[in-house]
């Protein structure tokens, strides 16, 4: 790269909400000219970021520089957001380095931390310039490692476009620009001429914008990106393992999670009707996702959304539509008619893996009450999924499944997006209760009517509900595994809830019990998830699922019974002890007494309303970390009969596909 063909803009800007009380336009303004135009090709100086933007529009990005000066007069904090705002409004590919005389190396790292390229003491010395333009070297490196976009970034100022397009130009600016075009003064504001180039110029840019949104919230360290070779030996035993409903994710290494993927998803490339993959694609498609879920979660990480590909794999594979991968011979269905064709399938399998890509770990409830950027974004509705699938489509542009698929207009790739799109907003819970009346009612359509006479579009319809319940099944499912599984699971998403219960302490919000370390009872939240969230949508989808979460629940209200009679022979022992001190000591107990009484008499009459219908008590803070940190989950005597395959001949399995299938 030669400076000569690099252009630099300095932007003498001030803060639009500042008024200085001296003159911007110093005397040094020829000698900095003179300094630059030494150094580089094209100089350009201008005083607001609009016109700025629209001249850096027609230059390329490559080759362009932003010297942004600051104001002496003005705050620091001042300075530095007028420094961060200039950044996010200018294409990544455009350092921006700060030009001001504020000799303060705290003041300067604080302008690299907000996204400078670089930092140059007034007055301008041609020595320091002349190595400005390494900057843009460094700048093309970065983007040219960025994980998502490596393959189809393109690089040009896509928020000037947005800015044009969403703020109307002045009728002033207007006047002025088409004056200067008339002028051919190319360094004038550039202004689209006709409304459909403006919108092509938008179309081909904006992967900018969700470019932004994406690099904040994917970890800014991904896991390896590469992957050890799998022996005979080993694949062996992760087929077997992927293949029992006592799969256990939390137990596999990041490479054993990414080939276990890769084996399931790689069973519907046996179905005649998905041919167009290679497995390598697959692998490397994979290997990018997993880099993307942020494995310090305790819960949404990667071995989560495993875990979710499993269990539809599973299920799909018990209703004989998809081979075993560990050679179990397949289920053979007598009905011919299938509401899930292999493509779908294959489409099901992408929303399992990746409905939960680069989760922040935090729930949509967060990211509203503290009006997260993805939350406007999102208008508040399904934050986290819309967030999920948006990525999760980047991803796939970035491996070209949509050219694979036919092309992003064919039928094929559009019926792909669709439903994966629709699988993943379904796992928001705060539609639960609407998509389990949905399911139902499907229940008993496919009751009532043949779906063989349906004709295409009501076919689509059913598909999508009928994925969507399987999927959120799915996502729930961890109740529903054999117990020591299920506890495992219910340990770390406690966890996670407790983490986002401390951030929002540490803000100031207010924490709700569920989120509360000193308040979270774990078998309180299993007995009340399973009694008010998984039973009504397992009735409608699964009866193997619900005979699992009738022995698991009736395991945790156990647990709770226990808890609560050796917290009442503690306290008691506590209480006497305490008595006989005081008594020793002459003090009157009497009102103490009574009370640890009535709490006692309380947490027991707590164990008689088990059945009648479940109400959180509040348990004593002790009790809660104990049940937290009770590491081993019991053993229970016909653990292994009820945690092996299921036998589609005694099981329904779930309730609508058996009416299709069995
Ligand atoms: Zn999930």
């Not at 001429?193 to 914008?209: C, P, S, T, V």
């Not at 819960?299 to 959304?305: L, S, V």
């Not at 499944?401 to 092309?407: E, K, P, S, V, W």
């Not at 399987?470 to 699971?489: G, M, Q, T």
Request: net charge negative; hydrophobic share 35%.
């Amino acid at each position: 790269m030669d400076p000569q063909t690099c252009t630099i803009i300095l932007l003498k800007q001030t803060n639009p909400f500042y008024i200085s009380d001296h003159d911007d336009i110093s005397n040094h303004e020829e000698s900095e000219s003179d300094i630059l135009q030494k150094s580089f090709g094209n100089v350009h100086k201008d005083t607001s970021i609009e016109s700025c933007l629209n001249y850096i529009k027609l230059l390329p990005s490559s080759s362009t520089l932003l010297l942004v000066e600051l104001d002496d007069a003005m705050e620091n904090q001042a300075q530095l957001q007028l420094v961060s705002q200039t950044i996010e409004l200018v294409s990544d590919a455009v350092p921006v380095i700060v030009y001001s005389t504020r000799d303060d190396p705290q003041f300067m790292l604080e302008c690299i931390q907000v996204g400078a390229a670089d930092y140059v003491l007034k007055p301008l010395r041609p020595d320091v310039i002349k190595t400005l333009f390494l900057t843009l070297v460094r700048r093309q490196h970065q983007q040219q490692s960025s994980p998502l976009y490596q393959d189809h970034l393109i690089s040009c100022s896509t928020i000037s476009t947005i800015t044009s397009v969403m703020s109307p130009i002045t009728p002033t600016m207007a006047h002025h620009c088409s004056a200067a075009s008339n002028n051919n003064n190319k360094n004038s504001a550039y202004l689209p001429e006709r409304i459909q180039d403006r919108i092509k110029a938008l179309n081909a840019r904006d992967i900018n914008f969700t470019k932004a949104i994406i690099d904040s919230y994917i970890p800014s360290q991904p896991s390896a990106i590469t992957c050890k070779q799998l022996t005979n030996e080993h694949e062996a035993d992760l087929r077997k393992k992927i293949s029992s409903w006592d799969f256990s994710p939390l137990s596999l290494s990041h490479d054993d999670l990414v080939h276990c993927s890769v084996l399931i998803i790689s069973q519907v490339f046996l179905l005649n009707e998905v041919t167009e993959f290679r497995q390598d694609q697959l692998y490397s498609f994979i290997l990018d996702l997993a880099s993307i879920y942020h494995d310090e979660n305790p819960y949404h990480n990667f071995a989560h959304a495993v875990d979710v590909l499993q269990c539809i794999y599973y299920f799909t594979c018990q209703l004989g539509l998809v081979p075993f991968a560990d050679g179990t011979p397949r289920i053979t269905n007598s009905k011919t008619y299938r509401i899930l064709r292999p493509r779908d399938i294959f489409a099901l399998f992408i929303a399992a893996i990746g409905h939960d890509t680069a989760h922040p770990g935090v729930n949509n409830a967060f990211l509203i009450n503290t009006s997260a950027p993805l939350a406007l974004l999102y208008n508040d509705n399904s934050v986290l999924e819309s967030f999920h699938a948006m990525t999760l489509f980047q991803l796939l542009k970035k491996h070209k499944f949509n050219d694979i698929l036919g092309g992003s207009d064919s039928k094929e790739y559009n019926e792909f997006r669709k439903l994966v799109i629709t699988s993943i907003l379904a796992t928001d819970m705060a539609l639960h209760g609407d998509y389990v009346t949905k399911i139902k009612e499907q229940k008993q359509r496919l009751a009532d009517s043949d779906p063989t006479e349906w004709d295409a579009p009501r076919c689509l319809e059913e598909r999508l509900l009928f994925c969507s319940g399987l999927i959120k099944c799915a996502d729930i499912s961890n109740v529903a595994r054999p117990f020591p599984r299920a506890f495992e699971w219910a340990q770390i998403l406690v966890e996670e809830f407790a983490s986002q219960g401390d951030l929002e302490r540490e803000l100031g919000l207010s924490v709700i019990p569920m989120n509360d370390r000193s308040q979270i009872v774990l078998e309180d939240s299993q007995i009340g998830f399973i009694r008010y969230v998984a039973v009504g949508l397992f009735e409608s989808v699964s009866e193997y699922m619900q005979d699992h979460i009738k022995r698991n629940l009736s395991i945790w209200e156990d647990r709770k019974r226990e808890n609560i009679e050796n917290n009442h022979e503690k306290t008691t022992q506590q209480h006497e002890q305490q008595r006989r001190q005081d008594s020793n000591s002459g003090s009157d107990t009497t009102a103490t007494d009574e009370e640890y009484h009535a709490q006692a008499v309380a947490a027991l009459a707590k164990k008689s309303d088990l059945d009648s219908g479940y109400t959180l008590p509040a348990m004593p803070t002790t009790l809660a970390m104990s049940s937290l940190l009770s590491m081993a989950p019991k053993r229970y005597p016909d653990e292994h009969d009820h945690q092996g395959e299921w036998d589609h001949h005694e099981s329904a399995g779930p309730v609508y596909c058996s009416y299709l299938y069995i």
